[in-house]
């Protein structure tokens, strides 16, 4: 699905703004009536952010079901013969969506684009009433699963009352709402759909290969320019589907987010119908024995696992938030990230174009494993998650597919990979991912027990999250280097491809001191990560180190988070803690003197 883009021909309205906003009954009711008149009683609610910090109450921030939220907008006239595509960014986790007491469109997955062509479904001498009721259940056929559970509260004067919780297995608060814009997409009626790129380097030429869908009749014609940076057409073709070459191209690397503009104009006679400009990099990727190669050199990578998460907006989109974001990753000299555990917005990844970091694009499959139970064995893990599995890889490839960033696929983080049905489960979503993509190496990340794994020989390359003098041996320093090294080389043993550790880290409220280093102090945690670094500086299989966590972030209640989890090497408020002066002197080689740069 094409990010929406204006131009000449093009134009993008954006409703994000204060919508009405309400409740629906806790639990799985839909109260669909509520779709036909304007909601009454309703309170402000700012669209994109989630909406659980924002309502001031208990019920607000732990609702579990359906919420509603709606606006009116008007629709020019001069639309009448255009070609409109409501288009919603993200809402997490269902949506139904009304125009004018008509529903048109359903989504189920938190983090992804969809919408509905509504070009004959607007009004154009009056107001559109927009409705979008928003579901935060997570079952055993949704990504992240969840359970929904009744407790009940039994006390001694004799009275009982149930609640509806929301039980799940990953470590995020599940934070729900219209989470990323609501845009009217205004284009021609015949004009561009799709554009499915691909990267190559031969010798000192750039390949980029196109394919495009359009709506149009027969006789219309695309034509396609490569424009680089200074605006000079690099390359021309004709055609749907065709190959451009650039000689001596400018190459999109880390650190150097160089982009050209693959322009596809669309035209009938002289008529030009439609154009539709894609930023593109032009770089390759690849794995060579314990080698993760972009333009055919050897990348490691440095950074973090991130968390869309913030202060009072929890996971609604905020531009500033994520420019600060970038500017902090360049700062700490961090050239990558995983997009952990879920697909981040559009805008963040379009960011990590132009600004060169490199990207572990990974689906929302997190928490697919329980401490008393098997997930796959016991076939809490069927066919209908497998399926809504195989939905969100083809989700999440085809909406980011042409960005230079992205250079591998995780299908999972942490899954149950000790049972036996975890196998032929990854293998079935591997295959599909392959499928959808072969140009770029695809990986799942693990944990548990090194020697239990059923299923990481699948990969092209293996991600490892672990904890040792953390989870496993907590305060003993001493065992971290040793565990990890004994884990790392019996996953290498196994599977005799390279390694990133895609999590390490200790939680750390930013202002406890200790020494000698206890726990929870900002000691600590430099302590714990300088033990890693030791094995990973030893093992040329390590091809990469991601620190848990870039920030601190929020999580569900419990008596292990301090008002969530606190691993950040900056704070919530994107302060830096003492290991942030740590990790940037070994990625960048500055002291906590030098300020600038
Ligand atoms: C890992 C999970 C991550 C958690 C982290 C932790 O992948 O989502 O937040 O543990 O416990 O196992 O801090």
Known sequence: ?????????????????????????????????????????????????????????????????WA???????????????????????VTHHAKVWLNGKLIAEHKGGYMPFGADVSEKLIHDGPNRLAVAVSNILDWTTLPPGEVVARKNSYPDGRSETHLTQSYFHDFFNYAGIHRPVRLVVSPKSHIQEIATTTELEADKGLVRYEIEAEAPSDAKLSVALVDAAGNAVA??????????????????????????????????????????????????????????????????????????????????????????????????????????YPYSEEIMNLADEMGFVVIDESPAVGMWDKAREVFDDGLIGDEILQHHFDVMEELIRRDRNHPCVVAWSVANETASWEKGARPYLEKVLQRTRELD???????????????????????????????????????????????????????????????????????????????????SEEYQCAMLEEFHKVFDKLDYV??????????FRTKQGITRVMGNRKGVFTRQRQPKQAAHLLRERWTG???GEWSG
């Open 236 to 341: 021309r073709s004709e055609g749907a589907k065709g190959a451009l070459e650039v000689a001596d191209p400018q190459l999109w690397q880390p650190g150097e987010g160089y982009l050209y503009q693959l322009e596809a104009r669309l035209s009938s006679g002289e008529k030009l119908l439609d154009v539709y400009r894609l930023p593109i990099g032009i770089r390759s990727v690849e794995l060579r024995g314990n080698e993760f190669l972009i333009n055919g050199k050897p990348f490691y990578f440095r950074g973090f696992g991130k968390h869309e998460d913030m202060d009072v907006k929890g996971k609604g989109l905020d531009d500033a938030i994520n420019v600060k974001d970038f500017n902090l990753l360049k700062w700490i000299g961090a050239n990558s990230f995983r997009t952990s555990h």
């Open 438 to 520: 072969s140009t770029r190496p695809i990986t799942c990340v693990f944990h548990g027990n090194p020697k239990k794994c059923q299923a990481r020989d699948l990969f092209d390359f293996v991600c490892l999250n672990h904890y040792y003098g953390w989870y496993e041996h907590p305060g003993r320093l001493e065992v971290s280097a040793p565990m990890l090294e004994n884990c790392m080389k019996t996953v290498y043993d196994n599977c005799q491809v390279p390694i990133v550790m895609t999590e390490y880290g200790a939680d750390t409220i930013a202002g406890f001191h200790a020494d000698p280093p206890e726990m929870f």
């Open 68 to 90: 509603w939220y709606e606006r009116e907008f008007y629709a020019d006239p001069a639309w009448a013969d255009r070609h409109i595509f409501l288009r919603l960014g993200s």
């Open 590 to 592: 500055k002291k906590l």
């Open 1 to 65: 699905m094409l990010y929406p883009r204006p131009s000449e021909t093009r134009q993008v309205v954006d409703l994000s703004g204060i919508w009405s906003f309400k409740l629906d009954q806790p639990g799985e009711t839909l109260s669909e009536q509520w779709a036909r008149q304007p909601l009454d009683e309703t309170e402000p609610m700012p669209v994109p952010a989630s909406y659980n910090d924002i309502c001031q109450t208990i019920a607000g921030r732990d609702h579990v079901g």
């Open 543 to 552: 091809i990469g180190e991601h620190v848990w966590n870039f920030a601190d």
